[in-house]
């Protein structure tokens, strides 16, 4: 409840900035596939995917205030309000994009939770889209990933002092919340965070596994 309350307080003001790699993924998903943003924001992605000839997308984010943000900007767009669980039918979508997501998602099982959900939605062989935020090395982070490892059990995550908790992964965990995909692309990047600091960061693409 914490998290929504401050991404709704600031719904009208944050601009994202970590790049979605539409090269890479148009490599990997077709024009005409039926495409889920999870954690849309005010659907950003959405329409530069739109601009570059998908029609077929969704989006959903807990907060409302994006959700009511992403329709003034963008009315063509179908976005809707979701906490948790997807409010789609299993085997619905040929691809599914988690941008900067689970940096908001501080819990292993809850990412793994959203994470069988995104399969469950995903029809086989469907593709997984994500990028987000990884370990840093620097004495700022550092500093700060220590501060906070015992109160909340984890190293990487850390409060910012606007009052939201998020957090920055190791390639080993990522690996380990995609293990029902079949990884394609697994590519380190430099990011520019909301608030203009630079960060470790990478984008995956996988294909769920058929059962």
């Not at 370990?135 to 550092?142: A, G, L, P, W």
């Amino acid at each position: 409840m914490k998290q929504e309350r401050y991404w709704n307080k600031v719904a009208g003001e944050k601009q994202f900035t970590t790049p979605f790699q539409i090269n890479a993924f148009e490599k990997y998903v077709l024009r005409k596939s039926k495409i889920l943003d999870v954690g849309c924001g005010y659907g950003r992605t959405l329409n530069e995917l739109h601009k570059c000839g998908f029609k077929n997308l969704f989006g959903v984010d807990f907060s409302q205030g994006m959700i009511d943000r992403g329709r003034k900007l963008y009315p063509h767009l179908d976005m809707k309000k979701s906490n948790g669980e997807l409010p789609f039918d299993d085997d619905t979508f040929d691809s599914v994009l988690l941008l900067a997501v689970l940096t908001c998602i501080i819990e292993d099982e809850d990412q793994k939770k959203l994470m069988s959900e995104i399969q469950r939605v995903l029809k086989d062989s469907g593709s997984l889209y994500i990028n987000d935020y990884m370990i840093n090395e620097d004495q700022r982070n550092i500093e700060r990933y220590d501060k906070y490892k015992d109160k909340y059990g984890k190293y990487g995550i850390f409060e910012l002092p606007e009052g939201v908790v998020v957090r920055h992964h190791t390639k080993d965990h990522i690996l380990e919340i995609t293990k029902d995909f079949h990884g394609l692309v697994f590519q380190l990047v430099i990011y520019t965070t909301m608030n203009g600091n630079k960060s470790n960061g990478f984008y995956y693409i996988g294909k769920k596994k058929q059962v």
